[in-house]
């Protein structure tokens, strides 16, 4: 009984050591030698998949890997660009009664007389000009061009302390009625740019250089906001001794075309062969025959509507 007992017992474990050996072989078979990582297993963990499996074609091909998309990176947001609005100046509207008009007297009762100095050439009467003007107590209007205010800027700044109007002049001085609409306004806002970067505001009054105009080009300055001012008498100082003129015939003229808003035209300049400078020369003389006529001085801002 002890021997069949024995002999039953030894049969069992050998075939149990065969069965394990079996199950042993068939996993090692079925993990193809690897250790369990297949070809097609990205990430190098995890299960192999059916493509891993051993073919009896050969060894498996390799399974190309598919490109992940990858989002385009935006750009990286930088400060905000700030863009600046065009600077534009408010258009001062022209009264009606002075629109189309190129303004020879300044429409009053009152004796009052407006002085008015253009400056478009040298400044060579200048310092006498204003010297007179202060000692007086004599307030006037200068109309500069731009290239003359961008020549002359410490003479502007001594036209502007001493309180006195400044008015535009056009930019270059040349004749409006032969320039087109655009070169016209290009005249008057180059020329207004100037000044207001020096510290004076000419608006808005204009003359036009050499007293040349037409209907187009007053409506031209009066669409850009400008009043067109002429003057009742010219002193024809600018002509010069040369042009036989004289410090008396100066004071002359504007005695004779003496009335109430009377506009009366010189030149700071000048002239340019002879040197004269019979306005300059002759403007104490004319202040005192405007007020021995019993006339004040305004300056043009009197034509701005009260």
Do not use: K
């Amino acid at each position: 009984m002890v021997v069949g007992n024995r002999n039953r017992w030894l049969g069992a474990a050998v075939g149990a050591v065969a069965l394990v050996g079996l199950v042993v072989a068939v996993v090692l078979g079925l993990g193809g030698g690897s250790g369990g990582r297949g070809d097609g297993d990205a990430s190098g963990s995890g299960p192999a998949t059916s493509s891993t499996l051993p073919s009896s074609a050969g060894p498996p091909s390799p399974v190309p890997e598919t490109p992940v998309p990858v989002a385009p990176t935006a750009p990286r947001p930088g400060p905000p660009t700030t863009v600046s609005p065009p600077s534009t100046v408010p258009v001062p509207a022209v009264p009606a009664t002075l629109r189309g008009q190129d303004v020879t007297t300044i429409p009053t009762d009152r004796p009052v007389v407006a002085l008015t100095f253009d400056a478009g050439a040298d400044s060579a009467g200048l310092s006498s000009i204003l010297g007179t003007l202060a000692a007086e107590r004599v307030p006037a209007t200068f109309f500069l061009t731009g290239r003359w205010a961008a020549g002359e800027p410490a003479a502007v700044a001594a036209i502007r302390a001493a309180g006195h109007r400044v008015g535009n002049h056009s930019t270059s001085h040349p004749h409006l009625p032969q320039l087109s609409d655009g070169a016209i306004r290009d005249e008057v806002l180059g020329a207004e740019r100037t000044l207001r970067a020096a510290g004076a505001d000419p608006r808005p009054l204009f003359r036009f250089p050499f007293g040349d105009r037409d209907a187009r080009t007053i409506a031209a300055v009066n669409d850009l906001g400008y009043v067109a001012v002429r003057w009742t008498v010219d002193t024809l100082g600018w002509q010069g001794t040369s042009g036989g003129r004289s410090v008396q015939s100066v004071v002359d003229r504007v005695d004779g075309a003496l009335r109430p808003g009377a506009i009366v035209l010189m030149h700071v300049g000048g002239h340019p062969d002879d040197r004269s400078t019979l306005d300059a020369d002759a403007l104490p003389d004319v202040i005192e025959r405007i007020r021995a006529a019993g006339y004040g001085f305004v300056t043009l801002d009197a034509l701005r509507p009260q």
